[in-house]
């Protein structure tokens, strides 16, 4: 079983960047491969970015691309998303997602979710 937390969503203007952070529980943090996805008002749940749990494989979204960066900390049990030149179509709910054996861009492939946390960009 893995808990996930976010933290570090807010209001920000455009251009501006933000920090997303993921705390996991649990000591086999290390062995999963972990996701970020949103979800705006309206629309569906959308894949943006994800790690493997080494960290050696990382894939994006290509509205994010050259913008926000994956990254994570095993020893801290934390994986990150940096987020810079933000638009107002990133405004959104953001989730992390944990999944197991092998890295993937599908939603319905994770195993594990945070309660999100929400991103505002005003124009």
């Known amino acids: 079983q893995v808990q996930l937390v976010e933290s570090g969503g807010g209001l920000v203007q455009a251009g501006g960047s933000l920090r997303l952070s993921c705390a996991a529980s649990?000591?086999?943090?290390?062995?999963?491969?972990m996701g970020w996805f949103r979800q705006a008002p309206g629309k569906e749940r959308e894949f943006v970015a994800a790690?493997?749990?080494?960290?050696?494989?990382?894939d994006y979204a290509d509205s994010v691309k050259g913008r926000f960066t994956i990254s994570r900390d095993n020893a801290k049990n934390t994986v990150y998303l940096q987020m810079n030149s933000l638009k107002p179509e990133d405004t959104a709910v953001y989730y992390c997602?944990?999944?197991?054996?092998?890295?993937?861009?599908?939603?319905?492939?994770?195993?594990?979710w945070g309660q999100g946390t929400q991103i505002t960009v005003s124009s």
């Open positions: 997602a944990a999944k197991f054996a092998f890295l993937t861009t599908t939603l319905n492939n994770y195993d594990y």
């Open positions: 649990g000591r086999t943090f290390s062995t999963y491969n």
């Open positions: 790690i493997s749990w080494s960290g050696g494989s990382i």
